[in-house]
Every structure is written in C-alpha cells, then in structure tokens.
C-alpha cells in the first residue's frame, strides 16, 4: 500500500507519516496517554503539498513546528524530506481539536501540552527518522 501504481509514496501515505510524527513526539514529551488520557487529540483538518517523489523503502526524515496554538486546538506543520535534503519532498499541517475522551467535546489544553507546544513554535523544528536503516 505505501507506492502507488506510479512506484512513488501514494499521497494517502504522507497523512499516516504526519499523524506518526506528531503522536510521536507527543509520547515523547510525556503528553500523550494513548489508550487511558483523559484529553485526546482528533484530527480535524488536513493539508498537504507534494514537491518531488519519495517511496518504499526509501528512508524518510520529518520536520515537525508547531504553527498555532489555541484554546483548545494545535496547528502542526510538517516537512517530509529525503535523508540529509535541504528542501522537502512535501509540506502540509493537521490540526488537533483536543477533546475529552469520553465526551469527545473541546476542552482547554493540558499546561503542559500547552508549553511544550508553544516551545516547538515559529522556528524551533525537531527532526525524526523513518525507514529501514538501524539507528546509530
């Protein structure tokens, strides 16, 4: 499912790497509980924007910043880049609306949530690796 009948990323895949990025950071900032937090995050807008081809089972690196934050919601923005490419293959964002897990209605971000994403806002960016090379 990763390549399309055109031997590149389908679009579809980009999506999954976004939504791989952002919860993965989340986990490692300690803001994510993923099957017991009381305040979860849903996707509720997407975007992206595709600039050259990449494709399984090329390695991948993400650039992750945070765009907005607001009361109860987060603009992530992402980069997808070959390894060690200046430009990105593609760009786009997804927004967050936090909600409470049960009631699934918006509730205001955690404190903590709301630091750490303020933190990773305007030009601080962290990067993560995907693919099939072992980490050094």
Known sequence: ????????ANNAVYFSWFDTAVN????DQGLLEVESGQTIGLVVENHCNYFASLGFPQD?????????VGSS????????YAPQAQT???QGHLV??????????PVPLPAALRAATLA???????MTSFGNKEKE
């Open 73 to 80: 919601s987060v603009r992530y923005e992402i980069g997808i």
């Open 120 to 126: 990773l806002s305007g030009e601080g960016r962290v």
């Open 1 to 8: 499912m990763d390549n399309d009948a055109y031997g590149h």
């Open 24 to 27: 993965a950071w989340l986990i």
């Open 96 to 105: 967050h609306v936090y909600v409470d897990r049960h009631t699934r209605r």
């Open 60 to 68: 991948i690196e993400v650039g992750l910043r945070v765009g907005h």
């Open 88 to 90: 990105a293959a593609a």
